[in-house]
């Protein structure tokens, strides 16, 4: 492929090498045959096939909340793409860079009811930051441009490029644009200076400030930019389910997460605070509950966020700063290091406020000689792992448990599906954090429910050799669900019981890994210490924990309620 | 409230739906949506005609904004602007009517563009509230079809909405 007049296939394939793609997620097809030709006669990227598209878009997706990096999928038409929808639909409701490419029906062909035809553009277009049907070969390469620059600038978030099969056999002259500009697309960066200059002011001010942290200071890069920020300020910090390891957990001034299952003080700090910082997160209904509860105790709002349409959202903000996350906390740093910060005598009784509500220690739970805790699991692999591991999750009761149990210290080491909880990311997305770190040990924390869902990428973890730790907290209910008919619909499990279930250990060994089920709580610790042990390394090992059917996430805000009127463990 | 919503976008096929899908993915309202081509053809202007608190309309214009393939939006509202809607109205004239409708079509200052034994093809312009007022004003017995273009509008004076 040295020449320069080449098939479209080609042309997608040297697009993806100057994008210095790694990995290419995928699922061959009809429509991707003439791709799929030239993917198996180059070198410089990786093709992973998965199982099921929704699995290529998502382990693309955990390739990136891993790397900060493009994901990359490559999907056929038709089946393909819509397979892939629920993948892309997690990516951008988390602000997920990832650029999908799928095959289309050839372009005569398209509106006739093609075979494998459908409408990937029109169908996806709800859940893209954007998409492009390219029509022309010459317009390719310029579209794969733009594809990753809008991706991966602004708010980050999928783009999909459909690519008719017709295009993709046709020859033309390729070059990769060195740049490009759109005049519709002009993300700002830069914070205004005028409007930081009065947060900071603000902040320095407060009797009773507070730091909120979300997804975009990780996503952002910008952690140690807000971990330099609340050090020098002093000032307590909570995160949202995206944010964790924004700020490192074990930090004194890390109130825990906050929102539905977050701490008591986190919550009670953000309800009671006189002034607030958000940065680079959009006050959804998880984590302040009811805006209108939220605001009846009077609070001034700044809220650093690179998309205007996050400000002003749910709540109306004081002080809004459109800018790129990083480049707004390097300002507040550099105007507050000038600073002479006067400790402010007053604050002594926030502090005492928030020790108070931390003394009620909210995420104490009992421990059991019988019963294996889940939160006891979460807690000895924080042990065996040193905290030092990529977790993934999927979505329900175990990925609560994960959150509040695994203190993040760093930035993209926790990896779910916050936005659209989409329940099956989890494997997936340990298959994007393994490639990515080959060296590194990756949990998937997840449930019996959420398991079955992409239990067919056991079969890629095998081909591609993945030593993923799967933890499985199986108590045999859809646990969330189970937990909401418990607390409002008077105990009525409906359809929330996990009948007929697999036997892990066979399922985990019939692909080739290893499988262990783990009953008693003595044996949870030493287990761990097994599937994380040198001889295990390169293995895949499948824990499956039979834990306590009835154990509840606590406190809990129940939906629609404020952020003070929390149900704690002890209340019930 | 209502509000005029101008927007210039680049002319690519599947830039309307992105627009209207948006405009039903989020709940807004939607009056009118009015759309072609402007002087530089790779661009297309858009009016729309919308209602809703002061928030929604800024989560509007901020949504709009954010459309990969939008290049500018301006809310006619913010400021001075015209508003004008075609409106074409067949009505019968007959015996009856005839007098009647000449006259109607003569205080509206339409224009009669088609002419039958039996009825006129009036053609009115003005704003929205205008042709509302003309249709109240007349007989609805003697409306046989009409057909309107939803309303445009532009900014007065110096206001001008250009890449």
């Known amino acids: ?572 | 409230m209502r509000h005029i919503i101008s927007l210039l976008m680049e002319n690519e096929s599947g830039a309307l739906s992105r627009v209207s899908g948006l405009f039903s993915a989020r709940g807004y309202n939607i009056e009118s949506l009015t759309v072609a081509p402007t002087e530089d053809a790779t661009l297309s202007r858009m009016t729309i005609v919308t209602s809703g608190s002061d928030e929604i309309i800024e989560q509007i214009i901020k949504q709009l904004n954010k459309l990969i393939d939008v290049v500018k939006v301006l809310d006619l509202n913010d400021g001075r602007f015209i508003e004008r809607e075609l409106m074409i109205v067949k009505v019968k004239a007959n015996a009856q009517y005839r007098d009647e409708m000449k006259r109607m079509c003569d205080i509206f200052r339409g224009r009669i563009i088609d002419v039958s034994d039996n009825s006129f093809t009036i053609e009115i312009t003005g704003s929205s509230s205008k042709l509302d007022a003309y249709i109240e004003s007349i007989d609805k017995a003697a409306i046989l079809e009409t057909v309107r273009t939803g309303a445009s509008g532009i900014g007065r004076g110096e206001r001008i909405l250009k890449v």
């Open chain 1, 1 to 572: 492929m040295s020449s320069n007049y080449i098939s479209g296939a080609e042309i997608v394939i040297r697009c993806l090498h100057e994008e210095k793609v790694k990995f290419v997620f995928g699922y061959p097809g009809g429509a991707v045959l003439n791709i799929y030709d030239a993917v198996f006669q180059q070198n410089k990227f990786k093709h992973i096939l998965v199982r099921h598209e929704q699995a290529a878009v998502h382990a693309a997706d955990g390739y990136s909340r891993s790397t900060g990096k493009v994901g990359v999928a490559l999907v056929t038409s038709g089946p393909g793409a819509t397979n892939a929808v629920t993948g892309i639909a997690t990516a951008y409701m988390d602000s997920i860079p990832l650029v999908i490419i799928s095959g289309q029906v050839p372009t005569f062909a398209i509106g006739q009811d093609a075979f494998q035809e459908c409408d990937t553009v029109g169908i996806t277009r709800p859940c893209v930051k954007h998409n492009f049907l390219v029509k022309d070969i010459k317009d390719i390469a310029s579209t794969m441009k733009k594809a990753f620059y809008v991706a991966s600038s602004g708010r980050p978030g999928p783009v999909l490029v459909d690519i008719p099969k017709d295009i993709t056999a046709e020859k033309c002259d390729f070059s990769y644009p060195k740049s490009i500009h759109l005049r519709s697309y002009n993300p700002i960066i830069k914070g205004h200076s005028g409007q930081i200059k009065k947060a900071l002011s603000l902040l320095l001010n407060a009797k009773r400030p507070m730091v909120y942290s979300g997804g975009g200071v990780v996503l952002g890069n910008a952690s140690a930019q807000l971990t330099k920020f609340v050090r020098a300020i002093g000032y307590p910090v909570t995160s949202t389910l995206m944010g964790l390891g924004g700020f490192p957990a074990s930090d004194k001034q890390f109130l825990g997460m906050l929102g539905m299952h977050g701490t008591y003080e986190a919550n009670m700090a953000m309800q009671e605070c006189d002034v607030l910082l958000a940065v680079g997160a959009r006050f959804d209904d998880r984590v302040i509950g009811n805006p209108e509860h939220f605001l009846s105790k009077p609070k001034t709002i700044i809220h650093i966020d690179i998309d205007p349409s996050s400000i002003s959202k749910r709540v109306k903000i004081d002080i809004p700063i459109v800018g790129d996350v990083i480049s707004v906390l390097i300002e507040l740093n550099d105007l507050l290091s000038k600073e002479k910060t006067k400790q402010n005598a007053s604050r002594k009784d926030w502090f005492k406020d928030i020790n108070q509500w931390r003394s009620m220690n909210c995420l104490n739970f009992k421990n059991d000689k019988k019963l294996i805790k889940p939160q006891f699991v979460i807690q000895s692999l924080y042990k065996v792992t040193k905290g030092d591991a990529f977790i993934t999750s999927d979505v329900g009761q175990h990925q609560m448990w994960a959150a509040q149990y695994y203190p993040f210290n760093k930035p993209r080491r926790w990896i779910n599906s916050g936005g659209l909880g989409t329940m099956g990311v989890g494997l997936p997305y340990a298959m994007g954090a393994q490639l990515a770190f080959p060296d590194e040990k990756i949990a998937c924390v997840t449930g019996e429910a959420s398991i079955q869902m992409c239990i067919q990428e056991l079969s890629t973890c095998k081909q591609f050799h993945l030593p993923i730790k799967i933890i499985n907290l199986n108590n045999r209910y859809m646990g969330m669900v189970r937990q909401w008919q418990e607390f409002f619909y008077e105990n009525r499990y409906a359809e929330s019981y996990m009948d007929a279930l697999p036997d892990f250990v066979k399922l985990a060994e019939s692909y080739g890994h290893i499988g262990m089920k783990i009953e008693k709580p003595s044996d949870v610790e030493p287990a761990l210490k097994e599937a994380f042990s040198q001889k295990l390394k390169e293995r895949l090992v499948f824990m499956d924990f039979i834990t306590d059917q009835k154990e509840n996430v606590f406190p809990m805000i129940p939906n629609g309620k404020g952020l003070s009127e929390m149900i704690t463990a002890e209340e019930l």
